[in-house]
């Protein structure tokens, strides 16, 4: 039998995998402070069962499975929403300053944050942690023809605001 991960181990996780669990969770909420919340409370989850990890090899997978669960049952949550409070009202739509130009983060991340909660995970699994379809389902606990129906809005939303250029080539359902 083998042993149980150490608690030195989990430290060492969290090292490794901050960076790319929090890019994940951003993406996925499109609020750095949300983002944060969202990576401790997965990582906290992740801790408490460490003693079942079997492989230390396999607890990167099973922290971004956590924060992926955990996003998923926030964004069932009656009260969550995808507003944020702001002192001052943005002036008009978005997309009428909108610019087309990829290498313009910000304006994809927009673009994203326009998305309801389950489209913008969808799209994020799906093209930035590249995700197979089954994979999206599996961890979002929708079945496949949901993310297939979810991806495919959710890029004829962003083809709206970004132009046909944004979408990855290739980029399908399947």
């Known amino acids: 039998m083998t042993r149980p991960p150490t608690d030195e181990e989990f430290a060492e996780l969290v090292h490794a995998c901050w960076a790319s669990l929090y890019r994940t969770a951003y993406l996925m909420l499109g609020d750095p ?5 969202l990576v401790q409370t997965a990582l906290a989850k992740t801790y408490a069962n460490w003693r079942k990890v079997r492989s230390v090899e396999a607890a990167p997978g099973y922290a971004r499975t956590t924060l992926v669960n955990t996003a998923a049952s926030w964004f069932r949550k009656k009260g969550w929403r995808n507003e944020r409070p702001t002192e ?3 002036e008009t739509a978005h997309t009428s300053r909108l610019e087309t130009d990829l290498s313009d983060r910000r304006t994809v991340i927009d673009a994203l944050g326009t998305l309801p909660p389950r489209q913008r995970a969808v799209v ?3 093209y930035y942690e590249d995700l197979s379809v089954a994979q999206v389902a599996h961890a979002l606990a929708i079945t496949e023809g949901t993310v297939k129906s979810q991806t495919s809005e959710a890029l004829s939303k962003l083809r709206a605001l970004l132009g046909d250029s944004v979408i990855p080539a290739g980029a399908n359902n399947d």
Not at 33 to 37: G, H, N, T
């Open 33 to 37: 402070a949300e983002a944060e919340d």
């Open 88 to 90: 001052v009202l943005p």
């Open 124 to 126: 994020v699994l799906r």
